[in-house]
């Protein structure tokens, strides 16, 4: 077995799939800052116009709690794959022509791995129904020697939403995705870029903007979320519990995204 060196001081960034983050300005700022880094992406923009070109419905499947998430069958699968591996190849290339040695974990390289359930009661396109050939699952591993062979090597590693299983590639969250990496490999700091400023007690409300939340305002923090921010709060716990000391959830729009993050300019979360 290979052993690594622990890294110390590691930053793990996920850069969200929607459209309003701008992917060369975070590629600008990735290139200037000079920290043994880790890079989480989605594809949700990516994705969608794949499926428009292809033909192939958007469909979402919503929980009976009321999360909402891609309903994934066989067909969409294979294309959240592609769209994943052109994410990341895009990525990459916007690293590299800055002169990061950036390296996509895709194919074989893929460093989670994950689970999925055979059935889920879930409304689909208004109707209550048992899912079973849905291919989203939550993480139960991550591989971390990839990981801290591209550290050791100074490489910035470049990490799709995707997990490995027995049922083959899963999609799985990014924003979990990216606290799963960061506790797995004791980061100092997680970023989750993300279309807006932060967190908001009421979205969209300016006044209402939350600066800071602490380990033990968790559980308000999430009853504010909705909808996309709720699952970049359950990464920002799940990151705080898994050891990682600081999270923040920032704008993704910003001129210098990650730089700003770093600043305490978002929502930051302590332990
Ligand atoms: P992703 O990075 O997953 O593609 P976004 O950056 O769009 O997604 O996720 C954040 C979204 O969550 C915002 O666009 C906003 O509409 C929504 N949202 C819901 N509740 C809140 C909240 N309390 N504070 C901030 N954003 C919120």
């Not at 992406?41 to 033909?55: K, N, T």
């Not at 791995?113 to 899912?131: M, N, P």
């Not at 939403?161 to 899963?170: E, I, R, T, Y």
């Amino acid at each position: 077995m290979i052993e690594h060196l622990l890294i110390e001081n590691v930053l793990v960034v996920k850069i969200g799939g929607a459209r309003g983050i701008n992917l060369e300005r975070c590629a600008d700022d990735i290139a200037r800052i000079n920290r043994p880094m880790i890079v989480v992406h989605g594809v949700s923009a990516m994705m969608d116009a794949l499926c428009r070109e292809r033909g192939l419905p958007i469909r979402t499947l919503t929980s009976p709690s009321g999360h909402t998430s891609r309903y994934t069958d066989p067909d969409t699968r294979t294309l959240f794959v592609e769209a994943a591996e052109q994410m990341n190849a895009q990525l990459v290339a916007l690293l590299r022509t800055r002169g990061v040695y950036a390296h996509g974990l895709t194919g074989g390289d893929v460093p989670l791995w994950g689970e999925r359930k055979s059935a889920i009661r879930a409304v689909v396109d208004g109707r209550i129904r048992i899912v079973r050939d849905d291919y989203s699952g939550t993480i139960t591993q991550v591989a971390s020697t990839p990981l801290f062979h591209a550290l050791n090597q100074g490489l910035v590693a470049v990490v799709p939403p995707l997990a490995n299983s027995s049922d083959g590639f899963l999609n799985v969250d990014g924003d979990r995705a990216g606290a799963e990496i960061a506790g797995g490999i004791h980061a100092t700091d997680y970023v989750i870029l993300s279309g807006v400023r932060g967190l908001y007690r009421h979205f969209p409300d300016e006044s209402t903007f939350v600066q800071q939340v602490n380990g033990g305002d968790l559980d308000s923090a999430l009853a504010w979320a909705r909808g996309r921010m709720k699952r970049k709060v359950i990464g920002a716990a799940e990151a705080l519990a898994a050891g990682v000391p600081r999270v923040v959830i920032s704008d993704g729009r910003a001129a210098s995204p990650i730089s700003q993050a770093l600043n305490g300019i978002g929502t930051e979360f302590c332990r």
